[in-house]
């Protein structure tokens, strides 16, 4: 079966500071690869998604993503922090044998922001 | 703009009533439907895939006789939390496949915070 890993339950980082969060899943082929943000008590917002094709994706926001197969990472990057990116930060992926849209989440990476 | 709508965003219900909690498709229609749960800053956990037309396919360890749904329209899909106990308390979002391709992403509503009491 399928699995998502974010090693990073919480990342603190100064404003105007780069970030990263990581990503590793676990797959037998190249999934569909998702990055979804969820605010307090909010529902999901797509970021970026990767199916097929360049592995440097951008997405909203400012953010990017790095598909590296090797690693079998997808990495979410944003050069500049603001303080209003701190959220909830969701790596997901979709199986292509299933049009992808059956989704399976990472545990999550809350960002906080400090000025 | 959104394109799914979650209604109610927030419900308190006393132990042992019913909850529906309804998720729409506002522009789009929606053959499958997804919903989830998410505890306290935990992921989210699919419960079930709900079908147009169709029985909803229910995730292991999930009861499909205490979370009911329904997917009568192709824009509209309800579940019920029977006979809600405390332990039912959570964050339950739905999504919805809006497109043709593989891959296509879902669409999430804005959650429903289920408290009961």
């Known amino acids: 079966a399928q699995s998502v890993t974010q090693p990073d339950i919480h990342i603190t980082v100064s404003e105007g500071a780069s970030l990263e969060l990581r990503c590793n899943y676990s797959y037998g082929a190249t999934p569909y690869l998702f990055w979804y943000v969820q605010s307090p008590g909010q529902g999901l917002q797509l970021l970026l998604k990767y199916f097929s094709g360049d592995t440097l994706v951008q997405g909203i926001k400012g953010f990017e993503a790095e598909f590296k197969r090797s690693q079998s990472s997808f990495n979410l990057r944003k050069p500049s922090v603001h303080w209003s990116d701190a959220a909830e930060y969701f790596c997901?992926?979709?199986?292509?044998?299933?049009?992808?849209?059956?989704?399976?989440f990472g545990g999550g990476t809350r960002l906080m922001v400090k000025p | 703009g959104a394109v799914v709508s979650q209604h109610p965003s927030w419900v308190i219900c006393k132990s042992g009533t019913s909850v529906k909690i309804e998720c729409r498709s506002l522009?789009?229609?929606?053959?499958?439907m997804f919903w989830y749960r998410q505890f306290p800053k935990q992921s989210l956990m699919l419960m079930a895939t709900?079908?147009?037309?169709?029985?909803?396919?229910?995730e292991q360890g999930v009861e499909k006789d205490k979370f009911l749904i329904n997917h009568a329209s192709l824009t509209l899909s309800t579940l019920t939390v029977t006979s809600a106990h405390p332990e039912d308390s959570s964050f339950y979002i739905c999504?919805?496949?809006?497109?043709?391709?593989?891959?296509?992403?879902?669409?999430f509503g804005n959650g429903t915070r289920l408290t009961v009491t």
């Open positions: 709900s079908n147009e037309g169709s029985k909803a396919t229910y």
């Open positions: 999504s919805a496949f809006r497109g043709s391709q593989g891959g296509s992403p879902l669409h």
């Open positions: 997901a992926v979709g199986l292509p044998n299933n049009a992808g849209n059956m989704l399976t």
């Open positions: 522009d789009f229609q929606a053959t499958t």
